[in-house]
């Protein structure tokens, strides 16, 4: 999703500096957006010398210090408290005191990462969409801290980036996932239990509740190890067993079925 953030932040006119742990990664980055603007191109929503100027709005880099000068950094990094609490004590030192601290996370605690920093006040949740080029839905998550100027300039530059900001408070799962979890966790649950098959749960979603993609399908776009990190996250949180990750979800990730990703989980890619 990092790719896709700095696709759209690039596009709206900002300057953007996109980093990863290593140049493989930050070329596979720019790659999917140098296909995903040239799929406008085709389609003339974008000529070829805008294309370029969205490019060349990007530069990338392995290194921290290269984000010093930002106004704001939304982390996207993988789905681990641990991972990004360290990623945020390390944003907080290299950066400009008004720098705003964002993350993606689609189910950790605003509140926790700010605590991490001595910035809480700056710290927020900007939840963007999958892929993040077409959906419009930024879900803003309020910390603790999280200042109303905070507040008020995220949303701000949510709508610059053509995206719709709806604010929510730090719970668990906030609002997308605490609803869109448990309905796949139950779709796994059905499968695991025999049912019905994968085709005719996904059918049914689709065709019955006019869901763009089956429950499965999604699962799988998603990430399955991403999915049962949000559901641990839910249950772990609120202490409810409604919230069990289904124990075909867990089989899976520890197969190494994940998903698009991998090229097997609910179906075969």
Request: aromatic share 6%.
């Amino acid at each position: 999703m990092g790719n896709g953030i700095a696709q759209v932040a690039a596009r709206a006119g900002f300057d953007v500096v996109m980093r990863d742990v290593s140049e493989e990664f930050l070329a596979r980055g720019m790659k999917a957006i140098d296909k995903n603007l040239q799929r406008d191109v085709d389609k003339e929503r974008l000529s070829a010398e805008e294309k370029s100027a969205v490019l060349g709005r990007i530069k990338t880099s392995t290194e921290l210090d290269a984000l010093s000068n930002a106004f704001i950094i939304v982390e996207a990094v993988t789905e681990n408290l641990v991972v990004k609490t360290e990623v945020f004590r390390a944003l907080d030192q290299i950066t400009k005191p008004d720098c705003i601290l964002a993350s993606n996370t689609s189910s950790i605690s605003i509140t926790k990462l700010g605590a991490a920093t001595k910035r809480p006040d700056k710290v927020i949740g900007m939840h963007f969409m999958n892929p993040v080029p077409v959906m419009k839905l930024v879900e803003v998550i309020r910390g603790a801290a999280t200042s109303d100027e905070t507040n008020g300039r995220v949303r701000e530059l949510s709508e610059k980036l053509g995206k719709t900001p709806l604010e929510c408070q730090d719970y668990p799962g906030f609002i997308s996932n605490r609803v869109l979890m448990p309905m796949i966790n139950e779709a796994i649950f059905a499968l695991h239990e025999g049912v019905a098959t994968r085709e005719s749960i996904d059918g049914i979603m689709k065709l019955g509740m006019n869901h763009p993609m089956g429950p499965l399908t999604l699962a799988d776009f998603i990430g399955l190890d991403v999915c049962l990190a949000i559901m641990n996250v839910l249950h772990e949180g609120f202490g409810d067993p409604k919230y069990r990750p289904c124990p075909l979800l867990r089989r899976y990730v520890d197969a190494g079925w994940l998903g698009r990703k991998s090229g097997r989980g609910f179906y075969e890619y």
